[in-house]
């Protein structure tokens, strides 16, 4: 059984950065893809990035793009986002999601899920 443990969330000021991190454990297929989902208050779980494990392919929401970095360690079984120029409505729970296949946008389309952290960007 795959497990999702995500770490490195906080309170930052906009225009600030924070990395997050999703250890992964119990991962057998080499098609295994790790995304980050974020879920704000009041609004849908919304796809930011992916990762396929084996190839390093990576996939990125628009909101993403040019100031979030996914990249993910083999040796320590880590995903990590690296996410620059923070704004205010990057604020939400950040959630580690995992699933097999391609990197898909659709939160059903994953199988295993991390129990989040919260990220807030203040002004």
């Known amino acids: 059984q795959v497990q999702l443990v995500e770490s490195g969330g906080g309170l930052v000021q906009a225009g600030g950065s924070l990395r997050l991190s999703c250890a992964v454990s119990?991962?057998?297929?080499?098609?295994?893809?790790t995304g980050w989902f974020r879920q704000a208050p009041g609004k849908e779980r919304e796809f930011v990035a992916g990762?396929?494990?084996?190839?390093?392919?990576?996939r990125y929401a628009d909101s993403a793009k040019g100031r979030f970095t996914i990249s993910r360690d083999n040796a320590k079984n880590t995903v990590d986002l690296q996410m620059n120029t923070l704004k205010v409505e990057d604020t939400a729970v950040y959630y580690c999601?995992?699933?097999?296949?391609?990197?898909?946008?659709?939160?059903?389309?994953?199988?295993?899920w991390g129990q989040g952290t919260q990220v807030t960007v203040s002004s």
């Open positions: 999601a995992g699933s097999t296949g391609d990197i898909s946008l659709l939160k059903d389309r994953y199988t295993d």
């Open positions: 990762i396929i494990w084996s190839s390093g392919v990576t």
């Open positions: 119990g991962r057998t297929s080499s098609w295994y893809v």
